[in-house]
């Protein structure tokens, strides 16, 4: 069974950065395009930043120039670089790819 398991996520000072990663867990699942989504507390789970196969990449634009997705095909792992961190940026991060969640990880900024 096909698992994407997330890490990096902490508590953290406004201004400060995290980088989160979502790792396959089993085999013949290539994480060849996938993205980044949040859900902050009493929120709906919202868009943050997709990679496709082609390279292509998209954020929200509240995210633009602060965050930054990649993906090491080698390791079958996807990456989400967080800077300039902000109180508004709290919320569980989940990664998703090809229909399959991860469990979220925890990412609190404090002011």
């Known amino acids: 069974q096909v698992q994407l398991v997330e890490s990096g996520g902490g508590l953290v000072q406004a201004g400060e950065s995290l980088r989160l990663s979502c790792a396959v867990s089993g085999s013949d699942f290539s994480l060849n395009r996938g993205g980044w989504y949040r859900q902050a507390p009493g929120k709906q789970r919202e868009f943050v930043a997709v990679?496709?196969?082609?390279?292509?990449?998209m954020y929200a634009d509240s995210v633009k120039g602060r965050f930054t997705i990649s993906k090491d095909n080698a390791k079958n792992t996807m990456y989400l670089q967080m800077n300039s961190l902000k109180p508004e940026d709290t919320a569980v991060y989940y990664c998703?790819?090809?229909?399959?969640w991860g469990q979220g990880t925890q990412v609190t900024v404090s002011s």
């Open positions: 990679i496709l196969d082609t390279g292509a990449i």
């Open positions: 998703a790819a090809r229909g399959v």
